[in-house]
């Protein structure tokens, strides 16, 4: 410690210094094995342009900041928008309320069309209507397959979560499973409650629901850990998105649970573990779909007049398994971050 | 010898006023200081000698914080001439002046109350042992050190342990004071040691005063009490407006010519006369007590006193 | 041992007469009196009594492996506990600590990742960018003078929008790529997030290093010189100045240790998860904080200790894991935390009054 502080010149100084000395070594460092090097260089899939006028079109979601699903639907929603020479908006708020905000946004912008996410229909009805008489076609995605048709949205292309709960559930009596744990890394969130209440309809064993701090990795590995310890009769842990499947493969060696491990939603390393036989399947929505039909059909209701679902039935984006024998299919997808 | 009213202080007060004996530590030849277009300060001289209390006085807003602010590094003067010990300097830290042996005791940051005393004692000059990684506070030396400097200078405290916070007013004063003579001062500093405290620590804190100057050290002793000033001082500079208004030792003024001078004379009378008319105030007694009712009986008229004009008045 | 010191003079001064002439406001209370007063040992006291409240409570809690994981969930926290707590002393706030772990985490990956080096150079570059997050926000608080409280804030919407912009920028998702078959990988997970067999429980490193950390966090503070100076200038920062103690230099190094904490955290998850995801660590920074200030360590600067808030961070731990090992339902888990925490926080207070009263 010295007794008084240096100038800022001598502070700089040994910066500058080690970060020269850092760019000379870098050279010597380098990785033999994994890094980026290593990565295959997979062209997307780049189909042709149309030649269609340009459009705008606005995606308002309510996405929180970082979250690798939402991350893959707007990637399906600029693949569509790159091919029909669409000029995609997006926005998100998980707030309710800002999300109406930024819909009246779009309306003030006067986009040629409007897809949005129903997290909590009863705060965007107002402002939907609001498109409605400024003639702007509006779609739903992702959530709110139960309400799509009262809030009069065109279209809806998504995934009933009951349903897909459902799904799961009835997946884990054919693996024979007598008790399960619902991992929730969100308190209070619509869609996720209705993931376990979908599993306990249909589980023929007992459900049990468990809340993590999804915004802190350590903490949910710690909890899982506990409840696995806490109660060994658990068989199955669900887990409501890929990371936190991945944290629950560590949980279950710390607690040396016998659980098996299944989970929502894909991502790349997810995939993997499903290929080494860690997690067991994965009950995928297909995130980029919802994406890019929501922005596709815009494209053709403009072009064409065309609905999808004949604006009468949702258009069905999940649940899709992904599991041990259909892995390879999955994994050159998930890798790219578009499945 | 005037020195008769300082009364219970007397044992300490040896009454050896060392005139012109020593050269001067710290000299301040027509200084000023201008922040801007404002001048706060100008045409000041002042000389503080080993052994001496240089009593520097004057009402809010005369010029005495801008003048300690020199003289402690703080601010750097902007005309006339700044020596120690004979030589020119332009402190640009308060650190810089502590190495030539200036230290200041604020009145109201001179401590860190939640701190222990002896950490306070020693707090930026810290004694330390052992080689780097395990270098560590040299903690019985720095207690025994802390506890023989307060005991010289007469304070006695149970507990070196108890935050600082919990002394009281003057024997916090007096701790920075010890510790200012303790870590070789030679110009000592108050900066109106006394002006928060009631009789009884005031008196505690002149004692000290008077310790200090025995030993040798040269003090500047800001205040507004001239009866504060009187007691200890040797030398008494009165600013007024941003410059000096009386420079004179001990011998060459009275407590009361003092008074008045720190009062300010005509516009004193006027207050006077204006007491006088409101209420049967007794005007014959006023000269002794006015420092106090001075800025309490003037609301608005503007010409009486200078009232509180900020850090730097306007004197164009 | 610093209890033994000041102790001493009370007992062996009878040769000094002028002591006794105090005023006899200030009288020495007992010792065990006055270490109850101590806030670290109002804490202890908490701690002991949620950890005894869960014994009774969860019968799984009384496992070897249990107490690993409760531990393991304390040390996380806890880590970044303590440098949070010395800048709380040292009279500042930082906000971004939290997201910072991630800055941290993301940095080393991605490099690494996208450099293909090995994973030594991006610890490395992470420590330098971590440290150099703590020096900005000290530098900006110190020469601004404005509250510690809004620099970091902007800090952590910064760090925030950064983590998510530039890993989407490089890696086109929102999670790194799996770092774990890396040259390095290794080495680094044994250092920073390994376990060693205790007895047949498996003992989580960041355990081991949170206490060391805490030991030595205790010794600065107590026992040098900026230790000192810590206190100094969350206590009253002008007359730290006044005497000389260098206040820039203490509060950016302070704010720099946050860095250096954060960094910690952050190789600790990365070579936990082999992944991190961009949006992780928002408002770990308030947990750090509570930890802190469960601690004792006074909000507005000046006091405090390191020890303290391991027991904060203890207390976070055995609360947010005990509910689950007693198997409650989980719909009232936030609000049991609550309870729990304030319970722990009122017998503190209650022990201190005690304590203080006489």
């Known amino acids: 410690m010295d007794s008084s502080s240096p100038s800022r010149s001598s502070r700089i100084a040994p910066v500058v210094a080690l970060a020269a000395a850092v760019a000379l070594t870098l050279a010597g460092c380098s990785s033999s094995s994994g890094g980026k090097k290593s990565e295959e260089s997979a062209d997307g899939a780049s189909a042709g342009k149309a030649s269609t006028p340009q459009m705008t079109v606005a995606l308002v979601t309510h996405q929180s900041p970082g979250d690798t699903f939402w991350d893959i639907v707007r990637k399906g929603a600029e693949a569509a928008a790159a091919k029909d020479n669409v000029k995609l908006v997006y926005s998100a708020d998980p707030n309710a309320g800002n999300q109406a905000n930024l819909i009246q946004n779009a309306i003030d912008q006067k986009v040629d069309g409007i897809a949005v996410t129903l997290a909590k229909p009863d705060a965007l009805k107002d402002v939907i209507a609001k498109a409605k008489t400024a003639k702007i076609p509006v779609v739903g995605l992702n959530s709110g397959v139960s309400e799509w048709k009262n809030l009069g949205l065109m279209e809806f292309f998504g995934q009933d979560e009951t349903v897909a709960g459902e799904a799961l559930g009835n997946r884990l009596n054919s693996e024979g499973a007598k008790k399960a744990v619902c991992v929730i890394q969100e308190q209070g969130n619509i869609g996720l409650t209705q ?9 023929s064993g007992t459900t049990e629901t468990l809340y993590v701090n ?12 506990a409840k696995l310890s806490q109660d060994k009769a658990i068989d199955y842990v669900v887990t409501l998105g ?14 040396s649970s016998k659980a098996k491990i299944a989970t929502f939603d894909l991502n790349k390393d997810l995939t993997s573990a499903i290929d080494q036989g860690t997690i067991e399947f994965a009950v995928d929505q297909q995130p980029y779909l919802q994406g890019y039909l929501a922005i596709d059909s815009l494209w053709l209701y403009k072009n064409n007049g065309n609905y999808m679902g004949g604006g009468e039935q949702p258009v069905l984006t999940g649940p899709a398994f992904v599991d041990k024998t259909n892995v390879d299919a999955v994994a050159s997808f998930a890798a790219k971050g578009t499945r | 010898m005037t020195t008769d009213g300082t009364g219970t202080h007397g044992a300490i007060l040896t009454d050896t006023v060392p005139e012109g004996g020593d050269s001067p530590l710290v000299e301040l030849r027509n200084a000023g200081k201008s922040y801007g277009n404002i001048r706060a300060l100008h045409g000041v001289d002042l000389v503080v000698r080993p052994g001496q209390v240089t009593c520097v006085l004057g009402d809010n807003g005369a010029g005495k914080s801008t003048l300690i602010k020199i003289v402690s590094g703080l601010h750097q003067h902007t005309e006339g001439e700044f020596l120690v010990d004979g030589r020119p300097v332009r402190f640009s830290t308060p650190r810089e002046a502590l190495d030539q042996g200036i230290a200041t005791v604020y009145q109201d940051l001179a401590t860190v109350p939640l701190m222990p005393v002896w950490r306070n004692f020693f707090l930026g000059s810290e004694l330390t042992k052992g080689p780097w990684p395990v270098r560590r506070l040299d903690i019985d030396t720095m207690k025994r050190t802390a506890d023989d400097e307060l005991r010289n200078m007469g304070i006695v405290l149970d507990d070196l342990e108890q935050p600082i916070g919990t002394l009281s007013g003057g024997q916090r004063q007096c701790v920075a004071i010890a510790r200012a003579v303790h870590f070789g001062a030679r110009v000592l500093i108050l900066d109106e040691p006394t002006a928060a405290l009631g009789v009884k620590q005031s008196g505690v804190v002149l004692k000290y005063i008077a310790a200090a100057r025995d030993r040798g050290l040269g003090v500047i002793f800001i205040t507004h009490n001239p009866h504060h000033a009187y007691m200890v001082g040797d030398h008494f500079s009165v600013l007024r407006l941003g410059t000096m208004e009386l420079s004179a030792s001990r011998d060459q003024v009275s407590l009361e010519e003092l008074t008045n001078h720190m009062a300010g004379g005509t516009e004193l009378a006027a207050l006077k006369h204006e007491l006088a008319q409101v209420r049967g105030v007794d005007v014959d007694e006023l000269p002794e007590e006015k420092d106090l009712t001075a800025p309490v009986a003037n609301p608005a008229p503007g010409p009486a006193t200078d009232p509180v004009a900020g850090p730097g008045e306007k004197t164009p | 041992m610093s209890m033994t010191h000041h102790a001493e003079p009370a007992v062996t001064t009878p040769p000094a007469p002028g002591r006794k002439e105090s005023d006899g406001r200030t009288k020495q209370r007992p010792l065990a009196l006055r270490l109850l007063a101590r806030p670290e040992v109002g804490v202890f006291l908490g701690a002991v009594a949620v950890y005894v409240f869960f014994l009774i409570a969860a019968p799984p809690v009384r496992d070897g492996s249990s107490m690993a994981n409760i531990l393991y969930q304390s040390s996380t926290i806890g880590i970044m506990a303590l440098p949070v707590a010395l800048l709380m002393i040292g009279g500042e706030f930082d906000l971004s600590a939290g997201v910072a772990v991630i800055t941290s985490a993301l940095t080393a990956s991605m490099l690494s990742y996208q450099l293909t080096m090995n994973v030594w150079v991006g610890v490395v570059v992470a420590l330098l960018v971590s440290l150099g997050i703590g020096f900005l926000n000290g530098w900006m608080v110190v020469r601004t003078g404005l509250p510690s409280f809004l620099i970091t ?5 910064i760090l925030q929008g950064v983590n998510l912009a530039v890993t989407k920028l490089i890696t086109t998702n929102v999670a790194t790529d799996d770092i774990s078959d890396m040259d390095g990988f290794g080495q680094a997970k044994k250092i920073f997030a390994s376990s060693f067999d205790v007895g047949g429980v498996q003992v989580k490193i960041t355990i081991v290093y949170w206490l060391v950390f805490a030991a030595l966090a205790t010794w600065v503070l107590l026992r040098t010189k900026y230790g000192n100076w810590v206190f100094a200038v969350g206590g009253n920062k002008e007359s730290a100045r006044a005497v000389g103690v260098p206040v820039t230099f203490t509060k950016i190094s302070l704010f720099m240790l946050v860095g250096f904490g954060a960094w910690f955290v952050g190789m600790h998850q990365l070579f936990t998860f082999n ?18 200030v469960i601690g004792g360590c006074l909000l ?7 020890i303290g808030p391991v027991f904060g961070a203890f207390m976070f731990g055995m609360v947010q894991q005990g509910i689950v090992y007693a198997g409650w339902n989980p719909d009232w888990f936030k609000a049991f935390l609550g309870v729990m925490l304030l319970g722990a926080v009122l017998i503190n207070l209650w022990v201190q009054r005690t304590a203080t009263r006489r």
């Open chain 1, 195 to 203: 993931r376990c209440a979908g599993v306990k309809n249909t589980f």
């Open chain 3, 275 to 292: 992944t991190v995801q961009s949006g992780e660590g928002v408002g770990q920074e308030l947990i750090y904080i509570s930890a802190a």
């Open chain 3, 300 to 306: 507005t600067g000046g006091a405090g200790s390191a």
């Open chain 1, 242 to 255: 890929a990371p936190f499947a991945l944290t629950a493969v560590q949980s279950k060696a710390d607690a």
């Open chain 1, 214 to 225: 999804g915004t802190d990795m350590p903490s949910v590995k710690s909890t899982i850990t």
């Open chain 3, 153 to 157: 804030l902007g800090t952590f919407l």
